[in-house]
């Protein structure tokens, strides 16, 4: 029962993140692509401002390895980006919205990690 909860936690959480993830870096490339015309030349141009989803998906990746640890991570990444975009006031309902999202995969993340070892003592 733990086990099985622990792993609802950790699918809802990685294919959560993976989609919100691939999502926002296309958005953050295209969308700018688009004022100029889409070429790679205008592709490239806005890569440096997919650079904040690409290390979502970066902490993604490490916390399909390492639950606990990735978790911390993403949960700092999405507490953070709570913080700066309420201290520069340039949030918008849906951007803080996409931050909450993370911040709650995250914390599924380590509730996932700490269900597993409740399973590993009981079993023990």
Do not use: K
Not at 26 to 32: E, L, R, V
Not at 56 to 74: D, P, S
Not at 81 to 99: E, H, V
């Amino acid at each position: 029962m733990i086990l099985s909860l622990a792993n609802f936690f950790q699918h809802i959480a990685r294919y959560g993140i993976l989609i919100i993830g691939f999502s926002m870096v296309s958005i953050a490339i295209f969308t700018g692509a688009i004022n100029y015309g889409i070429t790679i030349d205008n592709i490239l141009r806005n890569l440096p401002d997919a650079i904040p989803w690409f290390l979502i998906l970066v902490t993604l990746y490490l916390a399909w390895e390492f639950e606990l640890i990735g978790g911390l991570i993403m949960l700092g990444l999405g507490l953070g980006g709570i913080f700066y975009m309420q201290a520069s006031n340039d949030a918008t309902i849906p951007q803080l919205t996409i931050m909450i999202a993370i911040t709650i995969f995250a914390v599924s993340f380590i509730v996932s990690w700490s269900l597993r070892q409740i399973g590993e003592l009981r079993f023990i």
